[in-house]
């Protein structure tokens, strides 16, 4: 059996208005509807978890102004998953709610507090993706003239993670005693300061808040670049990631672990989960037909910017300053932001692709072609993981009700009935399900 997750790429967004299937909802996007529905359909399918993307400022990386971010709402707006997972948590009972949070920006008293708050409201089913934000944009909103230089962002991010563990741990198990007798909430000799004293942050501590059912809410991490994978091999309970087809997605998990066993853990204590679009219809024909025009649509000039500016805002380049019928130039070392991502693009380019190409046929969000029926597609994703050894897939569709009916309605029962995902959920935690098998 493998896991399923749900990755939310726009975050807690404008979803699908434009499309055919967007609803008069979509006009109602920062309302918890949508969401509310989608959790409930994803209890139903008995996936693990759901996802929120977060991003931190407005880009301006394409053509050097906000333009095109705004026109057609790419990275922005963005409004804070956390909120939304308290109002998911109570609509919900067993689905895992994962806010993403940047450890470069979050003070980490905040964010444990904010965890431990969630764990609470969601009955132990919250965690973070943590993620270390990769532009000079959000670094300025918040006091700082640029970004911190790739590695130490993930040195920061160590210290930060060690930080918020030992809040969590702040309050030892049976602290909260409640006892009437004696008109006692809590032991105070078992609640104790952490005297912080690190490279990057100080802290007193104890937290002020009680942690969660879980007390260690699930650890979740998507960078790919040698410092990301080390940061998840130390933390992780989860990683999200989009190498491209099986024979790197067996190199990524193998690589996890190893990295995992180096770290003291056992190779089963991280589930690496792919990312995947499928493509579905009632009959292969028609999934064919329906990839066939999502593909045709990728080549308007409109999709080639939003493509472009997509570029930029991963790499921190201004991709607008290339031309677009000769191949990427060498951009070795000049990136900042997103490692993996930029070797992606390297990659794409490597048979000579021109720009255009590249922009028009690049998938930042696949690992495999899953395009079929139900069925079809889950025959394709269970030979995969088989193939793997990895540990299930995170869907990234399109948002609408149609779109998450045909996952939880139509490819996770076609699933279940291959016996390749679970039936029920066996545990009331978020990490023990995840953990199960
Ligand atoms: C599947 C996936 C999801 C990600 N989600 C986010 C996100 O929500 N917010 C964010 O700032 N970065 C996100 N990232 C970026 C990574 O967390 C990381 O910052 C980025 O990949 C750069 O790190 P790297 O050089 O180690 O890859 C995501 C990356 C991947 C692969």
């Not at 579905?280 to 000039?301: F, N, S, V």
């Not at 493509?307 to 607008?320: E, H, I, R």
């Not at 029926?373 to 299930?392: F, I, R």
């Amino acid at each position: 059996m493998f896991h399923m997750g749900w990755f939310v790429g726009s975050g807690f967004s404008v979803q699908s208005w434009r499309g055919t299937w967007g609803g008069s909802g979509a006009r109602e996007w920062m309302k918890p509807d949508l969401y509310v529905d989608m959790a409930r359909s994803l209890e139903r399918a008995c996936f693990d978890y759901m996802i929120f993307e977060d991003g931190l400022m407005i880009p301006d990386a394409y053509q050097g102004n906000m333009q095109a971010y705004l026109k057609y709402n790419m990275e922005s707006p963005r409004h804070d998953p956390t909120a939304l997972i308290g109002i998911l948590g109570q609509a919900t009972s067993r689905i895992g709610l994962i806010p993403t949070l940047s450890t470069s920006f979050y003070p980490p008293f905040m964010a444990a507090r904010m965890l431990a708050t969630l764990d609470h409201l969601t009955d132990g089913r919250v965690g973070g993706n943590l993620v270390t934000s990769s532009s000079h944009r959000a670094a300025q909103n918040f006091g700082y003239e640029k970004h911190f230089e790739h590695d130490l962002r993930y040195r920061m991010a160590d210290e930060w993670i060690d930080l918020v563990g030992r809040l969590w741990e702040s309050w030892e198990p049976g602290a909260v005693v409640f006892d009437e007798e004696t008109g006692t909430f809590a032991d105070h000799t078992k609640v104790h300061t952490v005297d912080f004293e690190g490279e990057f942050f100080r802290c007193r501590g104890p937290l002020n808040a009680v942690p969660g059912p879980q007390g260690r809410p699930v650890i979740c991490q998507a960078g790919g670049s040698p410092a990301g994978r080390e940061f998840a091999a130390r933390n992780a309970d989860t990683v999200i990631c989009v190498p491209l087809g099986v024979e790197a997605m067996k190199a990524y998990r193998d690589d996890m672990s190893a990295r995992l066993i180096a770290n003291g853990r056992k190779p089963s204590d991280c589930k690496v989960l792919y990312l995947v679009r499928p493509v579905l219809g009632a009959t292969d024909d028609e999934a064919r037909e329906k990839r066939r025009r999502i593909q045709a649509a990728q080549r308007t000039d409109d999709a080639i910017a939003t493509q472009l500016a997509v570029m930029s805002y991963f790499s921190g380049l201004d991709f607008s300053q290339f031309d677009l019928d000769k191949p990427l130039p060498d951009l070795t070392g000049q990136v900042n932001g997103h490692q993996s991502s930029m070797s992606r693009y390297a990659k794409d380019s490597e048979d000579g692709k021109t720009l255009r190409e590249l922009a028009a046929t690049h998938e930042t969000t696949v690992s495999l072609e899953l395009v079929g029926t139900p069925d079809t597609v889950a025959a394709l994703m269970g030979e995969a993981m088989e193939e793997v050894g990895g540990d299930g897939f995170l869907i990234s569709n399109e948002l609408d009700r149609r779109g998450i009916a045909e996952i939880a309605d139509g490819l996770a029962p076609a699933l279940k009935r291959r016996g390749l995902i679970r039936e029920s959920y066996t545990h009331e935690y978020f990490r023990d399900n995840l953990l199960e098998f």
